[in-house]
């Protein structure tokens, strides 16, 4: 994995502590109406999970999105006392980590309130899907069907005589 350094990033410089970036992203999605979230830290990486509910044909559907901080280094010269020097060590910046997320969050939430695209599509690659193979995400899924050349196969509807054809009409454009 290649590793970003963070003041290479505008919120290199953040004051806003992880825990707070944390409280502030439930906050927002609160705020958006969703209440269903969740924290899961397993070996080390930190996972936030959100369920959304959709009307489909008047039934409540939950879809569970899942995001990831990204992992984000800072190199430092720290002080050594037991080699009583300094040297560099590379640490996981984790406010400008979490910050990240909030300012991304934020965005796609502001474009659905604004009505310029629905959740479940302005997050559709964080989709969690459980499949046999264990569980990922929408996203890894379609990215893995890139990667092999079969994205033709995800992307055809299960039903292929439903497809309508449109015929087209030549348009002239005239000039004013």
Known sequence: MKRKQAMKL??????VSAERSKAEIEKLLKENGIQDIAWITVQGKTTLSFRYYVEVKGVQK????????????????????????????????EPVSYRLL????????????????????????????????????????????????RLEQIALPEQVEERKIVESKEVKEYAD
């Open 10 to 15: 505008p919120y290199g410089n953040t004051t």
């Open 62 to 93: 939950g879809i569970v999105f899942q995001f990831s901080p990204p992992q984000i280094f800072v190199t430092k010269r720290t002080y050594n006392p037991k080699i009583n020097r300094y040297e560099k060590l590379t640490f996981l910046n």
């Open 102 to 149: 909030w300012w991304y969050l934020k965005a796609k939430l502001e474009a659905v309130k604004f009505g310029l695209e629905s959740l479940e599509k302005e997050f559709m690659s964080q989709i969690l899907l459980s499949l046999p193979q264990g569980d990922t995400t929408m996203g890894e899924v379609v990215k893995k069907a890139i990667e092999t050349g």
